[in-house]
T-cell receptor, first 110, second 118 residues
Framework: DAKTTQPPSMDCAEGRAANLPCNHS???????VYWYRQIHSQGPQYIIHGLKNNETNEMASLIITEDRKSSTLILPHATLRDTAVYYCIVRFYNTDKLIFGTGTRLQVFP | DVKVTQSSRYLVKRTGEKVFLECVQD?????MFWYRQDPGLGLRLIYF???????EKGDIPEGYSVSREKKERFSLILESASTNQTSMYLC?????????????????FGEGSRLTVL
């Protein structure tokens, strides 16, 4: 499984865009990029995933570079409730196994 | 609402005790997982199951076993609990992979079970 590297922590002002980077330089052609987040005392929650193209849903946008070696999760208007640990994961298309790293702790401040 | 339910939020056990952590999902999912979460180490996969009576080792299976007798239930067993198994345990489930469609292979997690072994 490809490994991911994320900064351990980031800050963001409420109302501003939060851009969370992830490096996955060893990703293979059949591996998807997934993002989950974990709010304190809860189980992780799915946010978004993608293969090659940029993706957007009601929670966030996922930008994947053309060479697929890195990606960025964008929360367009961060709120205090977005304070959480964000995990970037790569996953082979035909496996059910997800390997989590240590994630990025995002602190949104007023 | 989809639901993954873990039997206990908090447990305190003694060294050497046998511990059962139960997980039930109501989404008719094929796949179920047990992770443990420790500060500074993130989530680590212990075991997973892709069908009834099937199991696969994750990255840290030592000291654990699992049981999946029914599709909706996945149990994690600590045969002889030790203090280094004090941790937060998270159960998750997912459906069959459907490719890149929305929600395909999404993991749904329970609230977690915090186990303390004295």
């Amino acid at each position: 499984d490809a490994k991911t590297t994320q900064p351990p922590s980031m800050d963001c002002a409420e109302g501003r865009a939060a851009n969370l980077p992830c490096n996955h330089s060893t990703i293979s052609g059949n591996e998807y990029v997934y993002w989950y987040r974990q709010i304190h005392s809860q189980g992780p929650q799915y946010i978004i995933h993608g293969l090659k193209n940029n993706e957007t849903n009601e929670m966030a946008s996922l930008i994947i570079t053309e060479d697929r070696k890195s990606s960025t999760l964008i929360l367009p208007h961060a709120t205090l409730r977005d304070t959480a640990v964000y995990y970037c994961i790569v996953r082979f298309y035909n496996t059910d196994k997800l390997i989590f790293g240590t994630g990025t702790r995002l602190q949104v401040f007023p | 609402d989809v639901k993954v339910t873990q039997s206990s939020r908090y447990l305190v056990k003694r060294t050497g005790e046998k511990v059962f952590l139960e997980c039930v999902q109501d989404m008719d999912h094929e796949n179920m997982f047990w992770y443990r979460q420790d500060p500074g180490l993130g989530l680590r996969l212990i075991y997973f199951s892709y069908d009834v009576k099937m199991k696969e080792k994750g990255d840290i299976p030592e000291g654990y076993s699992v049981s999946r007798e029914k599709k909706e239930r996945f149990s994690l067993i600590l045969e002889s609990a030790s203090t280094n198994q004090t941790s937060m345990y998270l159960c998750a489930s997912s459906g069959v992979l459907l490719g890149a469609g929305k929600g395909a292979g999404e993991l749904f997690f329970g609230e977690g079970s915090r186990l303390t072994v004295l």
